[in-house]
């Protein structure tokens, strides 16, 4: 990408500038003169780069205004709101742009998955994307606390309590993240100098992103894609035309929600200052981050030596579909029926009887639950590895998409069930969709690897 | 798929109006996309608040020079912050507006502003006149005259998003129209 020749451009100036920074070039060559397939969709990644344009544009003129200190944090906001020049306008554009940014990303991983986008050998696009995504949940969740409303402030306590699960160093990170014992300006002030420095460490791992697609593209991956067409356009005007539609039609949706329905995304409890000695009825994140507060809620059960062992049995059922081993029906559902079993005596002794069951947690439940959350980031790591199917293309699978319907349904049920009070059925329907969440990655999609049709068996 | 845009902005602008509950509370001239406040609501809204209200704390924010957008000239807020604290005209300009207790208050709660922010107009209208001696109309007032203090540039914010919207459809067009050449041609 960088060691290429230049082109010869007839501007003197252009010219004069490339033969010595290739930048025009390289512009030239891949946003351009680019062959690229026709299906390619060049939609949703503009789309995720113009809205993170937006967000930190507005972010740096909020930022000019904003006061991180507990006594004037509120106020700031509401002068911004009010009396700033056209603060209203970087406030909108900040506040909703965040859920479109976040909405445009899941399109973006979603289209990933279904696309095969992440296999051999574009693992490290998928793999930086999925950093992406880590950092942006940090930043939006220490955006959501800097107005320092009613819930961002009690959200703030309430996730740095869940760091303490983190053995040996979690109590201290929580001082640490914090700054004391309770939410205030040194809070404010360490997620300000995170919510301001961390999005261009995102800027830069976008940048790798593009890059090592780019790389990728040229090369050939030996997969079977049922949809393929070996005709070849050029980037421009084909792609940058087609791109640009889909831009409009996603800003427009955009600018209806930011600039006549402008309360629609943001909690109503944040309009509210933080008020540390009452606790609102309801805590939660912004609807983009409720699927993993449904995790954490969700796994609210220790695991006791029973679990454990149900896990481990899983495991050896799933064994042959990893290591390609014989697979022999019997064995595995024996396997698979006994984990079921114990998993169930282990999580119902635990809920209805205390002892024995309570007292011998070899994983706390706060533990359990902060893993759980982890969990959710690395399966998603491991995805080129776990969906190791040749046929690239998922919509040519129709057991895949069967399954990607389902995998949408457990994100939902999780989301729906961390907007809800934490009471029986939610909670219930929060494990479900955690269930699901783990099985579709660690279970189905290596199961289909094997046995679904265009497979190598 | 022009038509389908045109046809979901019309559901996301007419929704909001179906879904609103027929209770007690007047249609609001605010509301919509070209929705604008009524000046004269404002400005009767306002001379109420000031006299009724128990409490100050929803006009924190607001001040003297503020009142300019309500439609007042420099002499009517001179004279309304003389009439209410006897504040000298040239100071007026930076001060809060504080309103005094008045005999229609009831038992109106804190913040009608806060109110306004957490669950909108209508519980606003509904709380005045289920709280206060207010009549309806008197009760319709205020209330615009609060949700304008909660959200002052609500006009140039609607004004500045149907020019987007207008620049964007445009945009929209002239790149399906050129681009039509080129996806013909991909199509071949």
């Not at chain 1, 009396?83 to 554009?93: C, N, S």
């Not at chain 1, 809620?297 to 481990?312: C, D, E, M, Q, T």
């Not at chain 1, 009070?421 to 699901?436: F, S």
Request: with cysteine.
């Amino acid at each position: 990408m960088i060691d290429m020749e230049p082109d010869r451009f007839k501007n003197p100036l252009v010219r004069w500038i490339d033969e010595r920074l290739p930048a025009f070039s390289i512009f030239r060559r891949h946003y351009i003169d680019h062959p690229t397939p026709r299906y390619f969709n060049k939609g949703w990644n503009l789309i995720v780069s113009v809205m993170l344009m937006i967000v930190i544009v507005s972010g740096l003129f909020l930022a000019v205004h904003y006061v991180p200190h507990e006594d004037h944090a509120f106020e700031a906001v509401e002068r911004i709101r009010r009396d700033v020049r056209w603060g209203w306008l970087i406030h909108t554009l900040h506040a909703n742009g965040a859920s479109f940014l976040f909405l445009a990303m899941y399109v973006h991983m979603g289209r990933g998955m279904l696309y095969g986008a992440f296999k051999t050998p574009r693992e490290l696009v998928w793999i930086v994307g999925v950093l992406v995504l880590f950092l942006m949940v940090t930043i939006s969740f220490t955006g959501y606390v800097l107005p320092f409303g009613q819930t961002g402030g009690w959200a703030a306590i309430v996730i740095t309590n869940a760091l303490t699960a983190i053995p040996f160093v979690g109590e201290g990170l929580r001082l640490a993240v914090l700054g004391g014992d309770g939410v205030g300006t040194a809070t404010l002030m360490r997620f300000y100098v995170w919510h301001f420095a961390v999005p261009f460490l995102v800027l830069l791992l976008v940048f790798l992103h593009i890059w090592s697609l780019r790389v990728c593209l040229g090369k050939k991956d030996g997969s079977r894609n049922h949809y393929e067409d070996p005709r070849l356009v050029p980037f421009h005007p084909y792609h940058t035309i087609k791109g640009s539609l889909w831009l409009c039609g996603f800003l427009i949706a955009f600018t209806i929600v930011a600039f006549f329905f402008p309360d629609l995304t943001v909690s109503p409890g944040n309009r509210v200052p933080f008020d540390p000695l009452h606790m609102p009825d309801r805590i939660a994140p912004e609807w983009y981050l409720l699927p993993f507060y449904g995790m954490l809620r969700a796994v609210n059960f220790g695991i006791n030596p029973y679990i454990a062992l149900s896990l481990v049995l899983f495991a050896a059922a799933l064994r042959p579909f990893y290591t390609r081993g014989a697979f022999r029906a019997g064995r595995a559902a024996g396997l698979a029926g006994g984990a079921t079993l114990l998993f169930a005596f282990g999580y119902l002794g635990q809920t209805l009887f205390a002892a024995p069951f309570g007292v011998l947690f070899l994983v706390s439940a706060k533990s359990a639950g902060a893993a759980a959350f982890a969990g959710m980031f690395a399966v998603l790591l491991l995805l080129p590895w776990l969906d190791r199917h040749p046929v690239r293309n998922g919509r040519a699978r129709p057991w895949f998409g069967a399954g990607m319907v389902l995998f949408a349904a457990a994100l939902v049920a999780l989301g729906v069930s961390g907007a809800m009070p934490a009471t029986a059925p939610w909670v219930a329907l929060g494990q479900v969709g955690a269930a699901v969440y783990f099985l579709w990655f660690l279970a189905i999609l290596p199961v289909l690897n094997r046995f679904e049709r265009g497979g190598r068996e | 798929m022009r038509r389908g845009v045109l046809f979901a902005l019309w559901v996301a602008f007419s929704l909001p109006a179906a879904c609103a509950h027929a209770g007690a509370a007047p249609s609001w001239s605010f509301e919509g996309p070209f929705g604008v406040f009524e000046r004269s609501a404002l400005q009767r809204g306002f001379r109420l608040y000031v006299r009724e209200c128990s409490d100050c704390a929803a006009l924190s924010g607001l001040r003297y020079g503020d009142l300019e957008s309500l439609g007042f000239n420099a002499d009517e807020i001179a004279l309304i912050a003389r009439e209410l604290e006897d504040i000298p005209a040239a100071e007026a300009a930076t001060l809060s507006v504080r309103p005094v207790p008045g005999p229609k208050a009831g038992r109106l709660p804190d913040s009608l502003g806060r109110i306004f922010r957490t669950r909108g107009s209508d519980a606003v209208f509904e709380t005045i006149t289920e709280m206060s001696d207010f009549e309806s109309a008197d009760a319709a007032d205020v209330t615009a005259f609060v949700v304008w203090s909660e959200d002052p540039h609500l006009e140039a914010r609607k004004k500045t998003g149907l020019a987007i919207l207008f620049y964007l459809l445009m945009t929209m067009t002239v790149i399906a129209v050129l681009g039509r050449r080129f996806q013909t041609l991909s199509e071949q």
